[in-house]
C-alpha cells in the first residue's frame, strides 16, 4: 500500500497503541498449554524437597531424631535447625524488618510451621521421610485473639526478643506488641470530636484471608560448585529483590545468584516476601550438589504462606447535624501472627493504610496501629490491594454508611457533600498523602443516572412495606461505595524494602529492521505485560506492538527493578517504558534529521515518524530511522537505538471509582442473591480498555469471595479449620455474580502518559460495595453493623438476632 493512501486511522490502527483492545498475545501459548511454569523446569539429577510440618500451634521441640527417615529408600538429607545454624541460616530477616525462623529453632509458633526439610530423590520418597522424622513436642499454651495478645497473663510468643524494649518504629508495649504506628494531629482531632454534633463509633473487622494462586509458591535450586553460582528458578513477583535477599543472607556474591521467574500462575501478593522453602531448597543444594526443587501443595499454602488483612478498626467519625463531617479517628489492632513478614515499604508498618480518610475532604484526622504476635501464620501481603488499602477504604465506607444511618441521611448524598472536590486537587490529606487528581462528584452521578439509583430506593422502600406487612420474606439492600485508592509504590522519598528504593526499570533495544526487544523490571503473573507495555512503545516511538517482544523476570538481562505488586506496574514501570522510549526518540529526531538534511527543531512527530514541519511529504518513519541508526547515523553520533530508564516516580497516582451492589437475601436461610453489580473505574489513561476490564472482572470476584464467605479461620486451640478449598471459599463461574463495568478518565498529571493502575482498584472498591449491601438490607431492623463474612450462615444468625426469624 502507498504510503500517501494510508489515512492517519489506518497507520494508527496499525500500532495497536495505547487505547487499543488488543488481544492478550501471551494467551496464545497458555491457552495451548504451552506455558513454561517452575515444575516444568527439570534438571538432570534433580532432587526433591518437602517439609515436616508442626501439628502444634505453640510447642516446645523437645528432640528431632531423623535417623529412620535418612534409611528411607530414596532419602539423602533431612535438615533441620541445628544443621542451618551452621550455615548462619537459621533466621532469616523479614521484609518488615523482623526476622523468621527458616525452620523452627527451639519451639514452633504457628501450626504446620515448618520444622525440617527431607531431600530425596522423589516427591513420594520424600514424602516417605517426611513419616519417619520423630519429633518430640511439649504443647505450650496457645493465643490466638489478638485482643487478649497484651494481656497481663499472656503467653509470650516470641521469646527471642521476649526482652527487647524497642521495636523498629517506638518502644513496645508488651512482649508481644510488635509496633505503634501513629500519624495525624491527635490534639485537633479529639477537639473536633469535642465540638462534635454528631459522632459515631463502630469496630470494623476485616476478618483474615488468603490470596491462594491457582500456582502455588515453588522453587528450583541449583548451585554450581565450580562456578560458585545458586541459580534459582522461583514464582517469584519481585525477582531481582529475591536475588538480593539471597545474596545478604546467603552471602554468595550477588552476581554469582542467577534468578529466573518463568510463567506464573497468580500472585496477588503471596509472591513477594521470602519463604523457608527458598532457603531450604538452596541450602540443600549446595549440601547434595544437586539441583533441588521445593512445590508447596495447596494446604501448606492456604496454612502457612503469608495471609491477607486480619484487621481490627475501631473507627469513630465527627460530624455536623447536617452531615459534614469534621473529623475522624482510627484505631487498628493488626495480627500479624507469629513473625512481622508483611510486605509494607520499610517506613510504613502498616502500609498505606493512613489513605483511611478516603475520598472525603476531613479536615482533620487521627491514626494509630499496633501490631501484635498471635500463634498464626506470618505474612500480611497485599492480596489485591496496594499495602492495606483495602483494610482502610473498607473501613471508610463502612463508617460512612453508619454516619448516614444516624444522620438519617441517604449514604450516597452524604458522600456528596463530603467529597474532595474537583478544584481542590492536588490535594493533601490530613493524614499527609497529596493526591494528583479526581473527579468523584461525576463519577458518582455517573453511577446514578445509569443504575437509576433514585428508583432502586423507591423499589427498597416498596419491598421494605412489603416486609412488614409479612407479604415477603425477602430483604433487599443496596451497597454503595466510593473508593480512592493510592498506588504507583514508589517515590524514594518515601518508599524502600529493606532499603532498596522503589524505582522500576525499562531497557528498550530497537533492531536494524525496526522491531525491538523490551526488558523490565516488572514481572507479570497473569496481567498482561506482554501486551500492554507493547503497546505504550507502539505508541511512543510508532513501532507496531506486534513487533516488539516483552521480556520479563530473568535477573540476568532485566534491569534491577522491584517487581510487581501493588498495582504498582503501570504507575512506575510504566512511566519507565515511557520514559525509555522517549530517549529513543529524541535520538531518532537527530537521525531523521540528518537524513532530510534539516535542523531537529524543524521536525515534528507524526505517529509513526518524523515530518517536516509546513512539508508533509517530507517523511522518515521508525523503520527508516531504524536503518539508519545501523548503517549511517549522523557524524559523532553512537550507532544503534537503544535506552534504558529507571524512573522515581515524583507521588503515588490515586485510581477512584464509584461501585453499587443490589443484593436479596431471604431472611428464613441467609441465602443471598446478588441482583446487580455496576463498577464504575478512573483509572487515568487507559492502555488496554479489554485487559482493564479482565482485571476489573477478576478483582470483583475475588472482593465478592472475600466479603460472603472467604476467610482463614482458627479454632481457640489454634489449629487452622479452613485448610482447603473444601473449607475456604472459592467461587467458581457458577457462584460469581454479573459485572456491568464503566469509566470515567481523569489522566494522572505526573505521570509521562497519565496512567494510574486498575489491578487492586475493584477488590478495593468491591468489598465495602458488598457489605455495606448487607448492612443497608438489615438497617431498617435496626442493626449498625454486621461484621464479614456475609456467608449463609451468618446471613441468618443476623435475620435471628434482630428478630426477623420468630
Given at each position: 500500500m502507498n504510503e500517501m493512501t494510508v489515512t492517519r486511522e489506518q497507520r494508527e490502527a496499525k500500532l495497536e497503541g495505547m487505547g487499543c483492545k488488543r488481544k492478550r498475545v501471551e494467551d496464545i501459548r497458555f491457552t495451548q498449554g504451552k506455558g513454561n511454569y517452575v515444575d516444568d523446569v527439570k534438571l538432570p539429577g534433580m532432587l526433591h524437597g518437602d517439609f515436616v510440618r508442626s501439628p502444634y500451634p505453640h510447642a516446645r521441640i523437645k528432640s528431632i531424631d531423623k535417623d529412620k527417615a535418612l534409611k528411607v529408600p530414596g532419602v539423602l538429607a533431612v535438615l533441620t535447625a541445628e544443621d542451618l545454624k551452621g550455615v548462619n541460616l537459621a533466621w532469616m530477616p523479614t521484609l518488615a524488618g523482623d526476622v523468621q525462623m527458616v525452620l523452627a529453632d527451639g519451639k514452633v509458633l504457628f501450626q504446620n510451621q515448618e520444622v525440617a526439610f527431607v531431600v530425596a530423590t522423589d516427591r513420594y520418597a520424600a514424602d516417605d521421610g517426611i513419616n519417619a522424622v520423630e519429633v518430640e513436642y511439649e504443647a505450650l499454651p496457645v493465643l490466638i485473639d489478638p485482643f487478649h495478645s497484651m494481656d497481663p497473663d499472656a503467653p509470650v510468643l516470641r521469646e527471642d526478643i521476649k526482652d527487647k524494649k524497642d521495636g523498629a518504629h517506638g518502644p513496645r508495649k508488651h512482649p508481644n506488641h510488635i509496633f505503634e504506628w501513629t500519624?495525624?494531629?491527635?490534639?485537633?482531632?479529639?477537639?473536633?470530636?469535642?465540638?462534635?454534633?454528631?459522632?459515631?463509633?463502630?469496630?470494623?473487622?476485616?476478618?483474615?484471608?488468603?490470596?491462594?494462586?491457582?500456582?502455588?509458591?515453588?522453587?528450583?535450586?541449583?548451585?554450581?560448585?565450580?562456578?560458585?553460582?545458586?541459580?534459582?528458578?522461583?514464582?517469584?513477583?519481585?525477582?531481582?529483590?529475591?536475588?538480593?535477599?539471597?545474596?545478604?543472607?546467603?552471602?554468595?556474591?550477588?552476581?554469582?545468584?542467577?534468578?529466573?521467574?518463568?510463567?506464573?500462575?497468580?500472585?496477588?501478593?503471596?509472591k513477594v516476601g521470602a519463604y523457608p522453602g527458598y532457603i531450604c531448597?538452596?541450602?540443600?543444594?549446595?549440601?547434595?550438589?544437586?539441583?533441588?526443587?521445593?512445590?508447596?501443595?495447596?494446604?501448606?499454602?492456604?496454612?502457612?504462606?503469608?495471609?491477607?488483612?486480619?484487621?481490627?478498626?475501631?473507627?469513630?467519625?465527627?460530624?455536623?447535624?447536617?452531615?459534614?463531617?469534621?473529623?475522624?479517628?482510627?484505631?487498628?489492632?493488626?495480627?500479624?501472627?507469629?513473625?512481622?513478614?508483611?510486605?509494607?515499604?520499610?517506613k510504613w508498618p502498616a502500609g498505606f493504610f493512613n489513605i483511611v480518610t478516603g475520598s472525603y475532604d476531613f479536615p482533620t484526622a487521627h491514626l494509630a496501629v499496633d501490631g501484635v504476635y498471635t500463634n498464626k501464620a506470618p505474612g500480611g501481603v497485599a492480596y489485591r490491594c496496594s499495602f492495606r488499602v483495602t483494610e482502610a477504604a473498607y473501613c471508610i465506607e463502612r463508617a460512612m454508611d453508619i454516619l448516614a444511618q444516624k444522620l438519617g441521611m441517604d449514604p450516597v448524598e452524604l458522600r456528596l457533600k463530603n467529597f474532595i472536590r474537583p478544584e481542590q486537587f492536588p490535594y493533601h490529606s490530613a493524614l499527609g498523602w497529596e493526591y494528583d487528581s479526581g473527579d468523584y462528584?461525576?463519577?458518582?452521578?455517573?453511577?446514578?443516572?445509569?443504575?437509576?439509583?433514585?428508583?432502586?430506593?423507591?423499589?427498597q422502600a416498596e419491598k421494605r412495606d412489603a416486609f412488614k406487612r409479612g407479604e415477603t420474606r425477602e430483604i433487599m439492600g443496596l451497597g454503595v461505595s466510593f473508593f480512592t485508592e493510592i498506588v504507583g509504590a514508589g517515590p524514594s522519598k518515601n518508599c524502600d524494602i529493606l532499603g532498596i528504593a522503589m524505582f522500576d526499570s525499562c531497557e528498550?533495544?530497537?533492531?536494524?529492521?525496526?522491531?525491538?526487544?523490551?526488558?523490565?523490571?516488572?514481572?507479570?503473573?497473569?496481567?498482561?505485560?506482554?501486551?500492554?507495555?507493547?503497546?505504550?512503545?507502539?505508541?511512543?516511538?510508532?513501532?507496531?506492538?506486534?513487533?516488539?517482544?516483552?521480556?520479563?523476570?530473568?535477573?540476568?538481562?532485566?534491569?534491577?527493578?522491584?517487581?510487581?505488586?501493588g498495582s504498582r506496574s503501570t504507575p512506575v514501570a510504566g512511566a519507565a517504558i515511557a520514559m525509555a522510549a522517549r530517549k529513543i526518540r529524541a535520538k531518532a529526531q537527530m537521525i531523521a534529521a540528518y537524513m532530510l538534511e534539516i535542523h531537529e527543531d524543524d521536525l515534528e512527530w507524526d505517529i509513526d515518524g518524523f515530518r517536516v514541519k509546513g512539508l508533509p511529504e517530507k517523511f522518515k518513519s521508525m523503520k527508516d530511522i531504524c536503518w539508519a541508526a545501523y548503517n549511517a547515523p549522523p557524524p559523532g553520533l553512537e550507532p544503534g537505538l537503544e535506552a534504558v530508564s529507571y524512573y522515581d516516580p515524583p507521588n503515588m497516582t490515586y485510581p477512584f471509582g464509584a461501585y453499587l451492589c443490589v443484593m436479596?437475601?431471604?431472611?428464613?436461610?441467609?441465602?443471598?442473591?446478588?441482583?446487580?453489580?455496576?463498577?464504575?473505574?478512573?483509572?487515568?489513561?487507559?492502555?488496554?480498555?479489554?485487559?482493564?476490564?479482565?482485571?476489573?472482572?477478576?478483582?470483583?470476584?475475588?472482593?465478592?469471595?472475600?466479603?460472603?464467605?472467604?476467610?482463614?479461620?482458627?479454632?481457640?486451640?489454634?489449629?487452622?479449620?479452613?485448610?482447603?478449598?473444601m473449607d475456604f471459599f472459592m467461587p467458581t463461574a457458577v457462584e460469581t455474580p454479573h459485572w456491568e463495568t464503566d469509566f470515567t478518565v481523569t489522566p494522572s498529571p505526573h505521570h509521562p502518559i497519565g496512567a494510574k493502575g486498575v489491578g487492586e482498584s475493584p477488590n478495593v472498591g468491591g468489598v465495602p460495595a458488598f457489605s455495606n449491601a448487607v448492612n443497608d438490607a438489615f438497617s431498617f431492623l435496626g442493626s449498625t453493623h454486621i461484621q464479614m463474612p456475609h456467608d449463609f450462615w451468618r446471613n441468618w444468625q443476623a435475620a435471628k438476632r434482630l428478630g426477623a426469624i420468630a
Open positions: 500519624v495525624g494531629d491527635k490534639d485537633l482531632t479529639d477537639a473536633a470530636f469535642r465540638k462534635a454534633e454528631v459522632t459515631i463509633k463502630e469496630l470494623i473487622s476485616y476478618h483474615r484471608t488468603h490470596p491462594s494462586p491457582l500456582e502455588t509458591c515453588q522453587c528450583l535450586c541449583s548451585f554450581d560448585k565450580v562456578k560458585g553460582e545458586l541459580t534459582i528458578w522461583g514464582t517469584f513477583q519481585a525477582p531481582h529483590v529475591i536475588r538480593t535477599v539471597v545474596a545478604l543472607i546467603s552471602k554468595i556474591p550477588e552476581h554469582k545468584i542467577h534468578v529466573i521467574s518463568p510463567d506464573i500462575g497468580g500472585g496477588f501478593g503471596n531448597s538452596a541450602v540443600a543444594s549446595i549440601v547434595t550438589g544437586k539441583p533441588v526443587k521445593w512445590v508447596e501443595d495447596r494446604i501448606e499454602n492456604l496454612t502457612s504462606t503469608s495471609f491477607a488483612r486480619d484487621y481490627h478498626m475501631t473507627a469513630e467519625i465527627a460530624a455536623t447535624k447536617e452531615g459534614k463531617v469534621t473529623g475522624l479517628r482510627v484505631h487498628v489492632l493488626a495480627d500479624h501472627g507469629a513473625f512481622d513478614a508483611c510486605a509494607d515499604p520499610s462528584h461525576t463519577a458518582m452521578k455517573k453511577m446514578m443516572e445509569t443504575v437509576d439509583y433514585a428508583g432502586l430506593r423507591r423499589e528498550i533495544r530497537l533492531h536494524p529492521t525496526g522491531s525491538g526487544i523490551a526488558r523490565m523490571g516488572t514481572k507479570s503473573q497473569g496481567q498482561g505485560h506482554e501486551t500492554t507495555w507493547a503497546q505504550i512503545i507502539a505508541t511512543e516511538l510508532g513501532i507496531p506492538a506486534d513487533d516488539i517482544t516483552v521480556e520479563e523476570g530473568n535477573t540476568d538481562t532485566a534491569p534491577y527493578g522491584l517487581g510487581t505488586y436479596d437475601i431471604d431472611v428464613d436461610t441467609g441465602v443471598y442473591k446478588v441482583r446487580r453489580f455496576y463498577a464504575l473505574d478512573d483509572c487515568g489513561t487507559r492502555i488496554n480498555p479489554m485487559i482493564i476490564e479482565g482485571q476489573v472482572h477478576g478483582g470483583l470476584t475475588e472482593a465478592f469471595a472475600i466479603a460472603m464467605g472467604q476467610e482463614i479461620r482458627y479454632d481457640n486451640d489454634g489449629n487452622v479449620v479452613t485448610g482447603s478449598f
